[in-house]
């Protein structure tokens, strides 16, 4: 699939890097399945970065456009579930 993450010019290349890693994340729990404590953890990281709720809607939303693949839905399935990994 072709397409670019969310970004935002004020980030420093750690906090892109982490941003797309939780990204990368939910790809992956679409795709093959992620392991959920790797999925919260970039899911607590993206939230340091980005810890407004607005900002967090419009990157997550941005990518659920471009990539068909639902962050809220996938963070919100890791947070309710006790199983090792997710698969969406």
């Not at 639902?70 to 399935?77: A, M």
């Amino acid at each position: 699939m072709e397409y670019q993450y969310p970004m935002n010019e004020d980030w420093t290349t750690e906090e892109a890097v982490d941003v797309i890693a939780f990204f990368q994340q939910v790809e992956l729990a679409y795709e093959k399945g992620a392991d959920r404590e790797e999925l919260l953890k970039a899911y607590r990281r993206f939230k340091e970065i980005v810890p407004g709720k607005a900002e967090e809607k419009k990157l997550c939303g941005e990518f659920e456009e471009q990539s068909t693949y639902s962050p809220y839905r996938t963070v919100k399935q890791a947070r309710e579930s006790d199983h090792a990994k997710i698969k969406m």
